[in-house]
Nanobody
């Protein structure tokens, strides 16, 4: 089970940190990803971290602004979001993929478990 939290309303240029707590799974063996779905649009990849931290990838639009990290001792993955823009407004979902290789990290269809989503609204 995955539980995402940390969303909210923030002004453009502001920051938020999303958290995703995992339970009932061998967290350290799962690669973790963040996806987002804006109103009226499809769910898209944002960032992912491989189970062994051997690979971290981001979609181009968030590079240099977002940072994904994980704490295996706490079974939690984080998404630090800085310099937020109105176009970052979306429901953010965390997801877990068993094992995974680098080429599958951005493929939503390869993820085994999904959290419920947390809403991020960037607006003045």
């Amino acid at each position: 089970q995955l539980q995402a939290s940390g969303g909210g309303l923030v002004q453009p240029g502001g920051s938020l940190r999303l958290s995703c707590a995992a339970s009932g799974m061998a967290f350290s063996r799962y690669s973790m990803g963040w996806f987002r779905q804006a109103p009226g649009k499809e769910r898209v990849f944002v960032a992912a971290i491989k189970w062994d931290r051997g690979s971290i990838i981001y979609t181009d639009s968030v590079k240099g602004r977002f940072t994904i990290s994980r704490n295996n001792a706490e079974n939690t993955v984080y998404l630090q979001m800085n310099s937020l823009k109105p176009e970052d407004t979306a429901v953010y979902y965390c997801a877990a993929q068993a094992g995974a290789i680098s080429s599958t990290l951005s493929n939503s269809g390869r993820y085994d478990y999904w959290g419920q989503g947390t809403l991020v609204t960037v607006s003045s």
